[in-house]
């Protein structure tokens, strides 16, 4: 029997996680729920699978639920995301927290000793060193959820890395990648949250739009994969079939299928080494017809090329990079910024940032905090200068 801490519970990689632990009640057991502020679904998991301890990140949301009597510690705050995560009773957590709220919970869950399902790319992006050397430390596994980097992590089966000559990780394009660049300014939330192959959340459809998403994903393919980012590639692929591929020395590439569904990686983190039974429908092939490939444009996608030049610089700049777009996408929501604008926020905010070597956590999150307010900074000019 496994026991599992989920943090971002009510997440929509959180609710695949639930149902797919739900249907092996032989093989799992919930003992901690953390989530951010969705109360009632979070109540009806706490139903379900009695954890000894939940976390509600937002406090007045974690008051409501503690009027509920429901016989379960509930904690509230960064600490209480950290106490679900670092549970005595618990041997793995899934990580599963939109954004950067994700890493101090994610690096105090390995501290602990406890194996991480991993799909909160933030915590590797932010301070990826710091966490890949802590698990290494403490022998702990670190299992990736993220579609593309459980696709790599297949691949490879464990092979010798030095066969490896590059690895490649597929993009579906959005909802634009057809559109010309013309039309890019005029793109609307609406339009950018509707993605045509997989259900996600709203923060990652936007960053998916953007290929922030993949760019983000370079990183962390650079940090699970100890590859440098010269060794990752990006293509595009619209149907979402091969969800990444990996090229080795003799010039082979093997590449692993599926049809789009996060249950996939999620069944794959719980149930490695092995796997669970039918746990997707059947890939038809003749059905798909056809699989297409296509190098992304980067004049429409500069966010894909910042987070390159992120990586490379390496320090506290992935960790800006990531802080920036958090702001833009928030801001692009509400409607005060373009869809154009996003990559411009990024690039300054990177522009005025002085370097600073990732030695701790608090490092990392000063240089998120100082980051954040640069980019609101940026944006409010922008919109100071619209206005006059
Ligand atoms: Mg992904």
Known sequence: ?????????????????????????????????????????????IRRFRPEVVAVYDEAAAERLRKKD???????????????????NADLVVSAIVGSPGLVPTYEAIRA???????TKEALVMAGGLVMAEAARRGVRVLPVDSEHSAIFQCLNGRDMKEVEKIVLTASGGPFYRKHISEFEAITPEDALRHP?????????????????KGLEVIEACWLFDLPPEKVEVVLHPQSIIHSMVKFIDGCVIAHM?????????????????RFDAVLPALDLAAVGELTFLAPDTKKYPSLLLAYDAIRTGGTMPCVLNAANEVAVEAFLDRRISFTDIPRVISKTMSGHKVLKSDSIDTVINASNRAREQAREIIESQESRVKS
């Open 258 to 274: 599926s049809v789009p569904d996060m249950k996939g990686p999620i069944s794959y983190a719980l149930s490695w080494p092995g």
């Open 113 to 119: 000793g406890k194996d991480i399902a991993l799909a």
């Open 197 to 213: 192959t997989w259900d996600m959340g709203r923060k990652i459809s936007i960053d998916s739009a953007t290929l922030m998403n």
């Open 70 to 88: 429901l016989h379960v510690e509930i904690c509230s705050g960064e600490e209480g995301l950290v106490r679900a995560a670092t549970l005595n």
């Open 1 to 45: 029997m496994k026991r599992i801490s989920i943090l971002g519970a009510t997440g929509s990689i959180g609710r695949n996680t639930v149902e797919v632990i739900g249907g092996h009640p032989d093989k799992f057991r919930v003992v901690g729920l953390a989530a951010k502020n969705n109360i009632s679904l979070l109540e009806s998991q």
